[in-house]
């Protein structure tokens, strides 16, 4: 029976990064490993083992794998990687005949730097095994080794068991991330210029598709400056709160399912709420606390990063991301305090937020 394996270029893309932190076990390094291009070293043995190889423009019926999660954990014996791979049978037609969910895992040996990696491929190589001989389990696939002429039990596997099997984690609804996101992140972070540096607290909430975002973008930060009230005697500290909401549009780039960059431009208004306590001329014996507001517009670039994976027990993805900003805006006038205050500056956020699909889509 001819069968061809078909890798799509987001399979084949598929990588891990080891990070290394946060629970994760010590390596030398960051180890990106290439667990689709694994996949498909593993699965293109598989198939040589058990199919005839279709030729140049035969027609085949085909074989898709892709691997479903793939991560680092932790059990009794120690740390481990582990991959799942969907593959998927279909006929000459096109139908799906069948569909299989595997798992494997291999232990992590070492602190080298291919400790990771050689994980993986043991992982991988284990799933592939246990296709291979899970083969003939779905109902469907009976009915179309039939077809082929084929009697179903009769098909000698040349790849012995694995030494354990691992079964396949509970499906969630959000194993796969959708082509379309609406997502919400709130942050901290610094902005400053020339002469002032002040903390700021981040938001975004937007909609995101493949190649493209917008999204809502609040910052606010405070400020203090010299108040100079032209009623008062000398000068006085005013403390200011200054918010910036606006608008990003921009476009973005998957490079795998669980990384993203992204860049873009904004637009935003600038409102800014000042208080100060001086000494009037009228009564130098006493204080007085006067007010005063401001208002601005700002443009302004950015680019960020953004990390995203499944929370374990919850169903939804979060994501955390890094930001930098550089913002032009005019400066804010306080006119009962005789100062004007810069609004651009460049800034630095890191994000935490959620992600919840939009519209279903094609995993990555």
């Known amino acids: 029976m001819l069968v061809r394996l078909v890798v799509t270029p987001s399979a084949l893309g598929e990588r891990y990064l080891a990070i290394g932190?946060?629970?994760?076990?010590?390596?030398?390094?960051?180890p990106d490993v290439p667990v689709g291009r694994q996949a498909l070293d593993a699965y293109v043995l598989a198939t040589a083992r058990m199919f005839q190889p279709a030729g140049e423009g035969a027609r085949a019926a085909q074989l898709l794998p892709s691997v479903g999660a793939s991560g680092i954990d932790l059990d009794q014996d120690g740390w481990f990687a582990f991959v799942e791979h969907d593959v998927v049978l279909r006929d000459l037609a096109g139908a799906e005949v069948a569909r299989w969910r595997v798992r494997g895992?291999?232990?992590i040996v070492g602190l080298g730097e291919n400790a990771i990696p050689r994980a993986f491929a043991e992982a991988t190589a284990i799933a592939a095994r246990t296709f291979e001989i899970d083969f003939e389990r779905p109902s469907g696939v009976a009915g179309w080794l039939a077809a082929q002429g084929i009697t179903p039990g009769l098909r000698v596997t040349t790849v012995p068991d694995p030494p354990r099997r691992f079964t396949p984690a509970t499906p969630r609804v959000i194993a796969t991330r959708a082509e379309q996101l609406i997502f919400a992140e709130f942050g901290v972070g610094a902005v400053g210029a020339t002469g002032w540096m002040s903390s700021t607290l981040t938001a975004r909430a937007g909609w995101s598709g493949r190649p493209w975002l917008v999204q809502l973008a609040i910052d606010a930060w405070p400020r203090e400056f010299v108040a100079r009230p032209a009623a008062a005697w000398g000068e006085a500290r005013a403390h200011a709160l200054v918010l910036s909401t606006g608008l990003d549009a921009g476009?973005?780039?998957?490079?795998?399912?669980?990384?993203?960059?992204?860049?873009?431009?904004?637009?935003?208004?600038?409102?800014?709420?000042?208080?100060a306590q001086y000494v009037p001329l009228a009564t130098p014996t006493g204080s007085v606390t006067a007010s005063d507001g401001a208002f601005g517009a700002s443009a302004s670039m950015f680019g960020a990063v953004r990390l995203n994976g499944v929370v374990p027990v919850l169903a939804f993805r979060y994501r955390l991301g890094l930001e930098v900003r550089k913002a032009f805006g005019t400066p804010l006038s306080f006119n009962t305090f005789g100062q004007t205050v810069a609004s651009s500056g460049l800034s630095a956020s890191a994000f935490l937020g959620i992600e919840l699909p939009w519209k279903r889509g094609s995993e990555q």
């Not at 932190?21 to 960051?30: E, F, K, R």
């Not at 669980?258 to 000042?274: N, P, Q, R, T, Y």
């Open 105 to 107: 895992q291999g232990p």
């Open 251 to 275: 476009v973005q780039q998957r490079l795998t399912s669980h990384f993203e960059i992204a860049g873009g431009v904004g637009a935003a208004l600038l409102s800014g709420f000042a208080s």
């Open 21 to 30: 932190i946060a629970g994760m076990p010590p390596t030398l390094g960051s």
